[in-house]
Nanobody
Framework: QVQLVESGGAMVQPGDSLRLSCVASGSAFSTSTTVGWFRQAPGKEREFVAALHRSSGTTHAADSVKGRYTLSRDNNKRTVYLQMNSLKPEDSAVYYC???????????????????WGQGTQVTVSS
């Protein structure tokens, strides 16, 4: 089992930066766990944002956030971060942290591939 708790969501203005955190607890979370971020805006499907695959060690990001968002993890703190820069109104959504231990690279962007989810944190970008 893994428990995930996100934090860091806020209301900011366009162009601002924000860093989300996701703290993991539970024995199923390890250095080889794949970690990802998804988001869901009102009336829209949950969409992939970024992920760090357990074996590739590289970050994969959606085209809509490439160059603006950075995913990182601190294994000592069991924490995953999502640094978001140059925020736009269309980035507004509830952001979810998710992890999984059996995710293959080709399924990295599929929400169904992840086993555990946090409760989400709201990000609102508005002037």
């Amino acid at each position: 089992q893994v428990q995930l708790v996100e934090s860091g969501g806020a209301m900011v203005q366009p162009g601002d930066s924000l860093r989300l955190s996701c703290v993991a607890s539970g024995s199923a979370f390890s250095t080889s766990t794949t970690v990802g971020w998804f988001r869901q805006a009102p009336g829209k499907e949950r969409e992939f944002v970024a992920a760090l695959h357990r074996s590739s060690g590289t970050t994969h990001a959606a085209d809509s956030v490439k160059g603006r968002y950075t995913l990182s993890r601190d294994n000592n703190k069991r924490t995953v971060y999502l640094q978001m820069n140059s925020l736009k109104p269309e980035d507004s959504a509830v952001y979810y942290c998710a992890v999984g231990n059996r995710i293959i690279l080709s399924s990295l962007s599929a929400a169904s591939a992840y086993d555990y989810w946090g409760q989400g944190t709201q990000v609102t970008v508005s002037s």
